[in-house]
């Protein structure tokens, strides 16, 4: 096989391994999301307990 026949498979695979890496960066930055999604949901079950306890 020549030099030439590589090169497509090299692009694809160079453009799945960026689109893994694009995935990866996107699960991280849910990831990094999550204490603060934790600490809102918190926050609304704090605010709803504190409406059953005035009524």
Not at 23 to 36: S, T, Y
């Amino acid at each position: 096989m020549s030099l030439k026949g590589l090169e497509p498979v090299a692009r694809i695979r160079a453009r799945e391994g960026v689109a893994e890496v694009a995935e990866i960066v996107q699960q991280e930055a849910e990831i990094a999301e999550l204490p603060q999604r934790s600490r809102l949901q918190l926050t609304i079950k704090e605010e709803e307990w504190k409406q059953k306890e005035i009524r």
